[in-house]
């Protein structure tokens, strides 16, 4: 029987050796490295356009989550205006593109190279925008005119000047043809105002002077027997604050007719500023944009250029404008003070109180 001895377990090491055909292992791996490299690759695009889906959709909720930008209507800090539109007083309102910038007095216009328009009621006469002849129109021959006059004399005991403003206010109220002849005044001018008080500051009132001199408006002044200052307000609102309101505009109006005819002799300037007389009608006869394009659309003044010109365009494409366009427009209108030149003779004005009174 043998007997198994560990002493005599021993290690044997088998030599192994490799042919030149028996190398192609470093071959394999070299495939397999390629293989793995080529989905690396594949797997890094199709992370790329995971992650390029995934921003979009990140970018599409954060613009959700975003306030909509509006074309028209109410705007505020939370809900800006579109590109090309202006926040102005929390309504959006289209800004001119450069081209469409109104011309002064005498600037190019009507070449390839004019940066302007030059509007209405401005003309370009030889590439040169000119302003327009001093209107004095035969408005005091109107016998709507002058059927008007004749109601205020007799309400007026003969003088406009010295007319009650509460009975003139209840004149004008009763009379359904009032705007409507008024309107027949082409010297009328409208100065539109932002809304609420109408605090000017330097550059405002600056352009409302200058606009004034465009149209030729301390002409109509010099000739007027009666210049009669209308202020409104817009819908809505309490009754006193739009009182209020469109006091504050015919004041502002008053004072920029001061102004304007601040260089004309003593003589002049005390017939011009005593000739003013207010009219405070608040927001009870409201202006429809049809109406007044009609009536003024080429004789209105704004704050900025901005305003006037999406004004002047809004009244001349009534029908195709939005619902929120419409409102911006018709609110405008309104915040309103009519400067209302009249060079007539008032009926009766020449005659002695006295007389008219007893009447």
């Given at each position: 029987?043998?007997?198994?001895?560990?002493?005599?377990?021993?290690?044997?090491?088998?030599?192994?050796?490799?042919?030149?055909?028996?190398?192609?292992?470093?071959?394999?791996?070299?495939?397999?490295?390629?293989?793995?490299?080529?989905?690396?690759?594949?797997?890094?695009?199709?992370?790329?356009?995971?992650?390029?889906?995934?921003?979009?959709?990140?970018?599409?909720?954060?613009?959700?989550?975003?306030?909509?930008?509006?074309?028209?209507?109410?705007?505020?800090?939370?809900?800006?205006?579109?590109?090309?539109?202006?926040?102005?007083?929390?309504?959006?309102?289209?800004?001119?593109?450069?081209?469409?910038?109104?011309?002064?007095?005498?600037?190019?216009?009507?070449?390839?190279?004019?940066?302007?328009?030059?509007?209405?009621?401005?003309?370009?006469?030889?590439?040169?925008?000119?302003?327009?002849?001093?209107?004095?129109?035969?408005?005091?021959?109107?016998?709507?005119?002058?059927?008007?006059?004749?109601?205020?004399?007799?309400?007026?005991?003969?003088?406009?000047?010295?007319?009650?403003?509460?009975?003139?206010?209840?004149?004008?109220?009763?009379?359904?043809?009032?705007?409507?002849?008024?309107?027949?005044?082409?010297?009328t001018?409208?100065?539109?105002?932002?809304?609420?008080?109408?605090?000017?500051?330097?550059?405002q009132?600056?352009?409302?002077?200058?606009?004034?001199?465009?149209?030729?408006?301390?002409?109509?002044?010099?000739?007027?027997?009666?210049?009669?200052?209308?202020?409104?307000?817009?819908?809505?609102?309490t009754?006193?604050?739009?009182?209020?309101?469109?006091?504050?505009?015919?004041?502002?109006?008053?004072?920029?007719?001061?102004?304007?005819?601040?260089?004309?002799?003593?003589?002049t300037?005390?017939?011009?500023?005593?000739?003013?007389?207010?009219l405070?009608?608040?927001?009870?006869?409201?202006?429809?944009?049809?109406?007044?394009?009609?009536?003024?659309?080429?004789r209105?003044?704004?704050?900025?250029?901005?305003?006037?010109?999406?004004?002047?365009?809004?009244?001349?494409?009534?029908?195709?404008?939005?619902?929120?366009?419409?409102?911006?427009?018709?609110?405008?209108?309104n915040?309103?003070?009519?400067?209302?030149?009249?060079?007539?003779?008032?009926?009766?004005?020449?005659?002695?109180?006295?007389?008219?009174?007893?009447?």
């Amino acid at each position: 029987m043998s007997h198994y001895d560990h002493r005599q377990r021993q290690e044997v090491t088998v030599p192994v050796s490799f042919s030149a055909q028996e190398g192609a292992p470093g071959a394999h791996e070299q495939r397999e490295t390629r293989l793995i490299v080529g989905i690396a690759l594949g797997s890094g695009v199709m992370l790329g356009l995971i992650s390029i889906v995934l921003f979009q959709l990140t970018l599409h909720l954060l613009r959700t989550d975003m306030p909509p930008r509006v074309t028209g209507g109410a705007c505020s800090g939370g809900m800006p205006c579109a590109e090309g539109f202006i926040c102005q007083d929390g309504l959006c309102v289209a800004t001119p593109p450069p081209e469409h910038q109104r011309c002064q007095p005498n600037d190019t216009c009507g070449t390839e190279d004019s940066v302007c328009t030059c509007e209405a009621p401005s003309t370009c006469v030889d590439n040169s925008c000119v302003p327009p002849k001093a209107v004095q129109s035969n408005a005091c021959d109107d016998p709507k005119v002058q059927e008007l006059l004749t109601r205020v004399a007799e309400k007026c005991k003969g003088d406009i000047n010295t007319c009650p403003p509460d009975k003139l206010k209840k004149f004008a109220l009763a009379s359904a043809d009032f705007d409507e002849i008024i309107h027949r005044v082409p010297e009328t001018i409208t100065l539109h105002f932002p809304a609420g008080t109408p605090t000017l500051n330097a550059e405002q009132k600056s352009r409302y002077i200058e606009r004034m001199k465009d149209l030729k408006v301390l002409d109509s002044l010099k000739n007027a027997k009666v210049i009669l200052i209308i202020g409104r307000a817009s819908a809505g609102g309490t009754r006193v604050k739009n009182d209020e309101y469109s006091r504050m505009r015919a004041d502002t109006a008053s004072d920029l007719i001061g102004e304007l005819a601040a260089d004309v002799d003593d003589k002049t300037y005390t017939r011009i500023t005593t000739a003013r007389k207010k009219l405070i009608l608040g927001n009870r006869k409201i202006l429809q944009p049809s109406f007044f394009k009609d009536s003024h659309r080429n004789r209105l003044i704004a704050w900025t250029d901005t305003v006037e010109s999406t004004l002047l365009s809004n009244l001349g494409n009534i029908d195709q404008l939005s619902r929120a366009q419409e409102r911006w427009t018709r609110k405008q209108i309104n915040q309103v003070s009519l400067i209302v030149p009249l060079a007539c003779e008032l009926p009766g004005a020449s005659q002695p109180q006295g007389s008219e009174a007893a009447k």
